[in-house]
Structure formats: C-alpha cells, structure tokens
C-alpha cells in the first residue's frame, strides 16, 4: 500500500491506475481481465473486487468516467488530473525519448488532454484495450509512442515537392524470441471505414516502407496485425466480406510489401501466406495479385550496378593513366640516355682530336 497526499492506495489499486496511464482507459470488465485474468476463482468474485477498488479511486477523484453506451453496458474508466499526478510522483517515468520504450512501465510525461480516451470513438478505443488483454503474453504500447514520421515525393499537377508524411498505428506489439525482437503494428478495424479509407491507410504504411528503403533503413514492422470485429469470431476468411475488402485494400494500397510485410487478420489469414500458397483462392473472392518487384530496391540494385561500373571505370581510367605515365617516363629516360651517350662520344672524339700523340685520330676526324 502506497500512501499519497493523505490518499490510501492499494497495490491493486496502483496497478489500475498504472495501466490507465499506458492504455488511457478501460471498463471494469477490462480491468478485471487484467488484474484476474491468471486467476481460477470466480468472474463474479473478480469483478466485485476490481469494482470495489474502482469506487474507492473515484471517491478519492483519482480517476474520472464516461458511459460506454451504445457500445456496451457499464462506464470506461479514465485518469483524472489528480491520478496523473500520482503517477507522476509515485513512478519513476522516463522521459528519454527513447524510441525502444513504452512497453512495460509508464514512460513519457503527457497531459489530461492527451491521456483522455477518444470518447468519440469509444468502440475503437474499446476494441484495442480488448485486443491488449487477449494478447497479454505480448507487450504493448499505445499510439502516443508509434508515431513515425517520413518523408516522400508529392506530385501536384506537373510539378513535385518533398511531402512530410506522418505514420501512427493504433498500437505496436513486441514479440520476442530467442535471437531477436521484432515489431507488429496494430490496426483496429470497427467496420466503418470504407474502402479507400482503408487503401490510404495501407498507402501510407508503403510511403513508410518506401521510405526506410530508400534510405537504407531497416523496416520497423515484420507484420501489420489487424483487427476486426469480426475476427473475433472463429471461421473461414474466404466468407468473412470484411476480411476480403481487408484483403484488397492491403493489395492495392500496399502493393509489393504484401509479399514480404504479414498483413495478418486473427482466426482470419495472413495475406503473405495466401499469395505463397493460396493464389488462386484470392483470384476468387476478387483479390488483385500486387506486383512481386519492388522498383526503389530495383533502382537500388541498378544504382550500386552503375556505381560499380564506374568505380570500375575509374579504376581503369586511374591504371591506364598510370601505365602511359609510366611509358612516357620509360621514354623520357631512354631520350636522357641517348643524349648521355651522345655527349660522352662528343666529348671523347673531342678529346682524341687535342690530344697531340695522337695523330692518327687527328688524320681520323679531319
């Protein structure tokens, strides 16, 4: 137990606000999962005490409230003022900026403004705290922490500029293993969005990508994990008519990242796995095959081909510069000998004609 302010704070009840700080809201169903979710006792038992701490902070006005109506019964529980500042003398937050944290304990300093969940779109923010507490084995963090920003040509009419692009999921995932850590970016799908609202969103994970690559940087995300409110139910994805505009938005928008990037749609399918095995399955329901070739790793490739070729070239150019430097020398000291030579002979017929004994030479060279 903590004491805060003249506050009691109970270590359930820390835990609660913690996770309020990084997640922005939750039900106390939600809570509940995440307090009891590894317990055997029973869901009734469980849920009169996560609600009993809930009443507790919000007597203590540690957390604020909002109706999760129409969506669902009960209310989504928030921090107020109050349990930000809490949270801000209690836990040790960092606030580095650095771009690996986030997924564990509280990091960054933000405002009630920023921490409030989108009570408009209250089934959205619903549906991703769900999908935490589904994969809990996993580690999270929040949009506040997933923004990625880039760069990319715009074309207006004839002429271009250099655009400022700006990617934020709902969410990322680490999952870890033995060699390596690998990222996933979280997509919550309510339904609502049409379909070229959906292809923008996969166009702008491939102005992202294009980005990276042409910058030779690593692509943060190994998969796009997307979510439905459909996925939730176990079935076939070829009779899920979401799951398929899914499918040929992430085709259309994505393009050639679809062969390397998961787009991954849970108890669904994984549209990499389709295209490797499942082709003529996709052909069926509609689904456009995107383009295999990545033209910036192609024009990559032609571009290190053609600074190859002239290093090459210059390397050449250098050794046959080199080569006729190294004739003209060998020339310039045979013209030396030669006039060596030349000399020494004019200096000895000179020195046979003085020489007065002998006269031979001199009748010689006459």
Not at 237 to 253: F, H, M, P, Q, Y
Not at 293 to 310: F, G, M, Q, T
């Amino acid at each position: 137990m903590k004491i805060w302010n003249n506050v009691k704070v109970r270590d359930k009840q820390h835990t609660i606000l913690v996770f309020l700080y990084r997640f922005r809201g939750a039900t106390n169903e939600q809570l509940r999962r995440y307090l009891y979710g590894h317990c055997d006792s029973k869901r009734a038992t469980q849920l009169a005490n996560t609600s009993k701490f809930v009443s507790q902070l919000k007597k203590d006005k540690m957390i604020r409230f909002s109706s999760c109506l129409p969506y669902r019964q009960g209310e989504i529980n928030y921090l107020s003022p109050k349990g930000i500042q809490y949270i801000y003398d209690t836990c040790d937050i960092d606030v580095s900026g650095d771009p690996e944290k986030g997924f564990e304990e509280p990091f960054g300093e933000f405002e009630y403004d920023t921490l409030k969940p989108p009570l408009n779109y209250l089934e959205h923010h619903l549906m991703y705290v769900d999908l935490v507490l589904k994969e809990q084995k996993l580690k999270h963090r929040n949009s506040l922490y997933a923004v990625r920003k880039y760069t990319y040509e715009k074309n207006v009419g004839r002429e271009g500029y250099i655009g400022n692009g700006r990617l934020r999921p709902d969410g990322e995932m680490l999952v870890e293993t033995k060699d390596q850590k690998v990222l996933a970016a979280i997509e919550v799908d309510t339904g609502s969005e049409r379909y070229q609202h959906l292809v923008e969103k996969f166009r702008n994970y491939k102005r992202f990508f294009d980005y990276c690559t042409a910058n030779d940087l690593d692509i943060p995300y190994f998969a796009i994990y997307f979510q439905t409110k459909q996925s939730e139910q176990k079935r076939g994805w070829i009779n899920d008519k979401r799951a398929i505009t899914v499918l040929k938005a992430a085709s259309e928008g994505l393009s050639y990242y679809c062969w390397t990037i998961e787009v991954f749609i849970p108890n669904r399918c994984s549209m990499k796995r389709l295209l490797d095995k499942n082709l003529g399955d996709l052909e069926r329901v509609g689904v456009c095959i995107p383009p295999k070739e990545n033209p910036i790793l192609a024009e990559l490739e032609a571009a290190e081909k053609r600074k190859i070729a002239e290093e090459k070239a210059q390397l050449e150019a250098i050794r046959r510069h080199q080569e006729q430097e190294k004739q003209a020398e060998m020339e310039r000291q045979q013209r030396l000998l030669r006039q060596q030579q030349a000399l020494e002979r004019e200096k000895f017929q000179q020195e046979m004609i003085e020489q007065p004994n002998k006269g031979f030479f001199k009748k010689l060279f006459k």
